[in-house]
Nanobody
Framework: QLQLVESGGGLAQPGGSLRLSCEAF????????VGWFRQAPGKEREGISC????????NYLDSRKGRFTIDRDYVRNTVSLRMDSLQLEDTAVYYC?????????????????WGQGTHVTVSS
């Protein structure tokens, strides 16, 4: 069975950094399109960024550019999300998701396999 497991969430102060990881079990993550999403309390799930198997990256929100960085670790079979300059508004549950297509998409419904989510809380 295919499975994704997120880790790295927790508490950060404004201006701080966190690195989230998404590890794949049962498949090779580099052969999939992988996206990061988040869902804040009272809001719908939104796409943050996406990386293709060839390493091409798409960032969907202007507010994330320069602060959030998606990358692959081919040795560990993981996809990471580096978050810098965290703000209170970044508080959310963060999810990674994968599909076997060739195209990145900011829509959650295009992704087939999801992790359980990891909580990120930004608070002073």
């Amino acid at each position: 069975q295919l499975q994704l497991v997120e880790s790295g969430g927790g508490l950060a102060q404004p201006g701080g950094s966190l690195r989230l990881s998404c590890e794949a079990f049962g498949f090779t993550l580099s052969e999939y399109v992988v996206g990061w999403f988040r869902q804040a309390p009272g809001k719908e799930r939104e796409g943050i960024s996406c990386i293709r198997g060839n390493g091409e990256i798409f960032n969907y929100l202007d507010s994330r550019k320069g602060r959030f960085t998606i990358d692959r670790d081919y040795v560990r079979n993981t996809v990471s999300l580096r978050m810098d300059s965290l703000q209170l508004e970044d508080t959310a549950v963060y999810y990674c998701a994968a599909n076997h297509g060739h195209w990145c998409d900011k829509s959650a419904r295009e992704f087939e396999t999801w992790g359980q989510g990891t909580h990120v809380t930004v608070s002073s």
